[in-house]
């Protein structure tokens, strides 16, 4: 079976533009939370979805959004980026919102 | 205070050693907990969870312990392939719901 992809591996942006983030979890698995890496630290949680609606939200500004399709997939929107926003931004995949969550290869973005 | 708290290493051992890594957290209540291991710019990979009982696979044991929100993992007989940052990771479902990651330990495995 295929693990969680995520799409793209890399992007560079510019400061004050936005960018989106997609990502496909493992088949059969409902719930899709995403989280932000910087070098040296653990992952940053950001938003967790289920059956298409939020079930939970980290610490970040409203210029983090996200949303899940019907078909389990999700996107990350990033508006007015911020040369902090220069992170891995990973997407973690789970059966239901409280089993074990699978990574998948995340998306590098660097802010400009 | 940090919700979960990891020594950063690095540790720097030799091929066949056992090595041991800790874990704090602050939230007791804390449901769920796992070791994930992360390769240098890869995805974290989910290494074990971890169960009041404690539990082994292979060469390693996870153990906690509530009463003093701690968490350990042990390595036996270490492979050079050991080599990794090791991610303790806690559930609290609370509002926001989220798996919480320490910072990590850095594992080297040395010929």
């Known amino acids: 079976d295929a693990g969680v992809t995520q799409s793209p591996t890399h992007l560079i942006k510019t400061r004050g533009q936005q960018v989106t983030l997609r990502c496909s979890p493992i088949?059969?698995?409902?719930?899709v939370s995403w989280y932000q890496q910087v070098l040296g630290q653990g992952p940053q949680f950001i938003f967790q979805?289920?059956?298409?609606?939020?079930?939970g939200r980290g610490n970040f500004p409203d210029r983090f959004s996200a949303r899940q399709f019907p078909n389990y997939s999700s996107e990350l929107n990033v508006n007015a980026l911020l040369l902090g926003d220069s992170a891995l931004y990973l997407c973690?995949?789970?059966?239901?919102?409280?089993?074990?969550?699978?990574f998948g290869p995340g998306t590098r973005l660097t802010v400009t | 205070r940090k919700e979960v708290e990891q020594d950063p290493g690095p540790f720097n051992v030799p091929e066949g050693a056992t090595v041991a890594f800790n874990c704090t957290y602050s939230?007791?209540?804390?449901?769920?907990f796992f070791w994930y291991r992360q390769d240098c710019r890869k995805e974290p990979k989910l290494l074990m969870s971890?169960?009041?009982s404690g539990n082994e696979d292979g060469r390693f044991t996870a153990q906690l312990n509530r009463a003093s929100q701690y968490i350990s993992l042990l390595i036996r007989d270490s492979k050079l392939s050991d080599s990794a940052t090791y991610l303790c990771?806690?559930?609290?479902?609370?509002?926001?719901?989220?798996?919480?990651f320490g910072s990590g330990t850095r594992l080297q495995v040395q010929p």
């Open positions: 990771v806690v559930w609290v479902d609370t509002g926001r719901r989220a798996l919480t």
């Open positions: 973690a995949s789970s059966l239901e919102v409280l089993y074990e969550q699978y």
């Open positions: 939230n007791s209540a804390s449901q769920s």
């Open positions: 088949s059969g698995h409902k719930s």
């Open positions: 979805y289920y059956e298409k609606e939020e079930r």
């Open positions: 971890v169960y009041s």
